[in-house]
């Protein structure tokens, strides 16, 4: 029930697509649902997080939709770019509890 | 500092030595977390410390590791008798008091030979 189920695994686009990665919770009283971005051989930095009490969220590019009935959450990259390849990681959290992250999505942008 | 250092970015070691990971997070923050990510792999909670609270170590996989963190502030984690199934990149995270997004550091590779 603490299990964060995310896909695709790995995702290539054409610039200007917009990729969406998918994650799925089972524990309703998740209370947090960040998304985190990893480049080569740095640590994964905070995007953009929701909580459940919005349908959808937007921070530039960048945009989570809440399913809370469905208890999924995704995240959409609008007019990707180059720039945005890099591994992306939902997580879901309980009150100031550790956060638990999905397994992560290797997003490529083709020129 | 700005951000969350961790130590040694890089750690070759034999099997069967013990080892030291060293974490100095952002000032200020009361949250310290654990995670190793393997290659390919996702995030794979280890053990977070609160403030003055007991630690949660639920995430440890063996008696093998273990951690501390020294007057609320620099942690290490310790990996004991170490083995090729340790090889991983072993990330460090803070956060003002747990309730907002963490602060990673960029992690210490380790590679058990």
């Known amino acids: 029930q603490q299990q964060v189920k995310q896909s695709p695994q790995s995702l290539i686009v054409q610039k200007g697509g917009i990729p969406i990665i998918n994650c799925a919770y089972e524990n309703t009283a998740f209370d947090y649902f960040p998304w985190y971005q990893q480049f080569p051989g740095k640590g994964p930095a905070l995007l953009i997080a929701i909580r459940p009490d919005v349908s959808e969220k937007k921070e530039g590019r960048f945009t989570i939709s809440f399913n809370k009935s469905a208890k999924q959450f995704s995240l959409h990259i609008m007019d990707s770019q180059p720039g945005d390849s890099a591994t992306y990681f939902c997580a879901a959290r309980l009150n100031t509890d550790k956060l638990i992250f999905g397994t992560g999505t290797r997003l490529q942008v083709f020129p | 500092g700005a951000g969350v250092s961790q130590s040694p970015s890089n750690k070759v070691t034999e099997k069967g030595k013990d080892v030291e990971l060293r974490c100095d997070p952002i000032s200020g923050h009361t949250a310290l977390y654990w995670y190793r990510q393997s290659l390919g792999q996702g995030l794979e909670f280890l053990i977070y410390?609160?403030?003055?609270?007991?630690?949660?170590k639920s995430g440890l996989p063996s008696d093998r590791f273990s951690a501390e963190r020294t007057g609320g502030s620099v942690s290490t984690l310790t990996i004991q008798r170490t083995q090729q199934e340790d090889s991983a990149v072993y990330l460090c995270?803070?956060?003002?008091?747990?309730?907002?997004?963490?602060?990673f550091g960029s992690g210490t590779r380790l590679t058990v030979v």
């Open positions: 410390f609160q403030g003055n609270s007991a630690p949660d």
């Open positions: 995270a803070s956060s003002y008091d747990g309730s907002y997004g963490y602060t």
